[in-house]
């Protein structure tokens, strides 16, 4: 049986892809964890890693939170950025 990846692996990961589309199109965190899931194989990362890597980019302010709509996860502007 293959590995699990690490939480931290995974964030950095969905950050990466995050940062790859600011400005293009705006992702959802369910599409943010399902490419995440599909990138590294259902049998190495699940949906409890995936929630859990989320939550400590929001926590740590590398990404937020946007609704417009729906809810998205974004970079945060540089005027929001924690100092």
């Not at 859990?52 to 980019?57: F, G, H, N």
């Not at 990404?63 to 998205?72: E, K, M, P, R, V």
Request: proline share 7%; hydrophobic share 30%.
């Amino acid at each position: 049986m293959a590995e699990p990846v690490s939480v931290d692996e995974v964030a950095e990961a969905m950050f990466r892809m995050i940062s790859d589309a600011q400005g293009v199109r705006k992702l959802k965190p369910n599409d943010v964890s399902k490419a995440t899931i599909e990138r590294f194989g259902p049998e190495r990362c699940g949906k409890g890693t995936c929630k859990e890597a989320i939550r400590q980019l929001v926590d740590s302010g590398r990404c937020i939170y946007t609704y417009f709509g729906g809810s998205y996860i974004e970079l945060p502007r540089p005027e929001q950025e924690p100092s």
